[in-house]
């Protein structure tokens, strides 16, 4: 079955105790067969109507609050679902021109539409749930009008998002999905964007969009988000941390609106170390050897340090020609990468005194591996992997149980990079090491059990983004490139734009904008380390292990306390309790701690000065007598318009100009609040000022920092490409332009779009039946690069 786009509407089951969830999800179900059985007219009419009538009833109920209120909100429901359609209905009219192909109709303005939907099946089955039970003495008179409201509220934000969607149709080129303004215009664009109410998204109308069963870890997310934000208001981090909000969390759980306006508070204004902190719990030993006991059981899981040294590579086009593969050298110079080899059997070569010279010791987890009689012989494909985590937060132990089970499926072994993240080590160090990474694994594959003959290149989210300019790398020095990539919902656009999909982090939990921005901020250079602590690394892993763990017993104790008081104070009111010691201030990830070492000969501050150019060439000259290829400003450099070809092929390019001059020169207007209709007023956030840089240095334009920017000659050097995308994940465009990109210059590419899932599900594989498919899916684009031959390139478009 060819990979494509469903719609399916799911029902809100969040903010229900645990005993009303199975109902919830049978109405949910309901929910889903209005949207898949009417189209979009037929459900905003009978929504229309169902209004009508539940607004004349509760205005004939007297002068109370409560009916006053429904009456109120069902107006509003009217009022909103009728100006929303027609916004739809354009979009949903030229859709199909910024698709792939027709087997797979996947794009940001298809998603956006979908997502409208969910809202008003929702909203519809609520209405005949009220028009039906209105007179019962067992209605709930207030549960149903808060989630009314919250869903008004969401109806709302959803109509203003289409209104920016066609606002984006008539100033982009035709069939480009990205915002195509110059940057002061995109900067605005952005501005104005981020001025929205994003809190209804947050609360009772948390994962409406996605499928139910995603919901409950949503819910379990946010508030552990919320309640992770108050402890590091107050400096503290940690293993205690992560416990002490079991017990300080209960007041989120209750009151669905206080935690969405405290998420939303959280996302527009804590800086990126706060996501590094949060993301990075799952680093804590305790937890992630939780994940791991649920995981498939290796034979071999070690943590190794490669040390800084050049090697030779031979080149491609002659064997008998070598080049010099510097180590990374960026900000910080020379200094070893860590990686981690995962494989279901023992292979040749992975018990050898010259592998285990490399092993870098992690406690107890160092005696996982142990002598065995019998080896596997050395498999014919490695895959090289590099995680996700936005460039600033995890290591291969956080994705550590999906690539087990990798193993395991494909009987290959894994190799995983443990690159420095961001804002410690920008761009370009991440690239560097990843690169010197991938070249060491091809060189010495048979100490890693693999015969080399294939070899694929894997990565989830930005470790796609590192997938594809890595491979753009290996063909710029010439070195092999590997046999295939697959890239899971990867990252291809890092300049701060806007897209239809973009759109969508409005009310997705897991990406909102202003983390995004805040994330390539970070690897772009423009976040400062303004938490750096340089007591932590004299700690070094284990005494970050021993710290937190002073602080789980300390916090337990305090958590306790609290626990009682976050119930009892259902005011709002602060109790007053004794006061606590304050932590230590927010310290790195445990990652980072292991990744730490003594200052290179070079020096630290001297480099951070430094060009790209300089360092390449500094390195150059002190690490190595033999000239090599450098990142040099030629290599780096962003591409200029005339290699970028955004626009569609040759057969839909008079549709999509058609369309857009169809578009009113109302829409035209760069004002972007010109394109509301009069009497429209989106809701605006009550937060404030958003903390959300806007990355405008040239270097986000650097085609080996967003592939999408890569000239044509620089694509064609790429292998067969397979990306499994999220139909309802932000970054969604970034997956289809960098496949039409390729496919219009005759490259092998596929494309697959997992339905009602979120971004990052690989990390959520176990979670449900849906995850698990979506994971098989990139196993399955795995073992095609491994097993077979490239397919034959498709004519260019």
Known sequence: MAPGFCWHSPHSALAQPAAQRGGAQKRSGRASRLTHSMDLHTMTQSLVTLAEDNMAFFSSQGPGETARRLSGVFAGVREQALGLEPALCRLLSVAHLFDLDAETPANGYRSLVHTARCCLAHLLHKSRYVASNRRSIFFRTSHNLAELEAYLAALTQLRALAY????LLATNQPGGLFFDGDEGLIVEFLREYVTLHKGCFYGRCLGFQFTPAIRPFLQTISIGLVSFGEHYKRNETGLGVAASSLFTSGRFAIDPELRGTEFERIIQNLDVHFWKAFWNITEIEVLSSLANMTSATVRVSRLLSLPPEAFEMPLTADPKLTVTISPPLAHSGPGPVLVRLISYDLREGQDSESLSSLVKSEGPRSLELRPRPQQAPRSQSLVVHIHGGGFVAQTSKSHEPYLKSWAQELGVPILSIDYSLAPEAPFPRALEECFYAYCWAVKHCALLGSTGERICLAGDSAGGNLCFTVSLRAAAYGVRVPDGIMAAYPATMLQSTSSPSRLLSLMDPLLPLSVLTKCVSAYAGGETEEHSDSDQKALGMMGLV????????????????????????????????????????????????ALAQPEGPLGTDSLKSLTLHDLSLRGSSETSKTPELSMSAETLGPSTPSDVNFLVGPDDAPEAAKAQEELSTKDRGCG????????????????GTTRMPFCSSPIVKNPFMSPLLASDSMLQSLPPVHIVACALDPMLDDSVMFARRLRGLGKPVTLRVVEDLPHGFLSLATLCRETRQAAA??????????????PPAAPPV
């Open 164 to 167: 920016y969607a066609q606002h």
């Open 546 to 593: 021993r710290r937190d763990t002073a602080l789980l017993f300390r916090d337990l104790r305090v958590g306790a306390s609290s626990w009682l008081h976050s119930f009892l104070d259902l005011s709002g009111h602060k109790s007053h309790t004794s006061s606590v010691p304050t932590a230590e201030s927010m310290r790195r990830s445990v990652s980072e701690a």
């Open 672 to 687: 972007l609040r010109s394109s509301f209709p009069d009497g429209f007023h989106p809701r605006r956030s009550s937060q």
């Open 777 to 790: 899916q990139c196993v399955e684009c795995i073992r095609l690069i491994l097993a077979q031959p490239a």
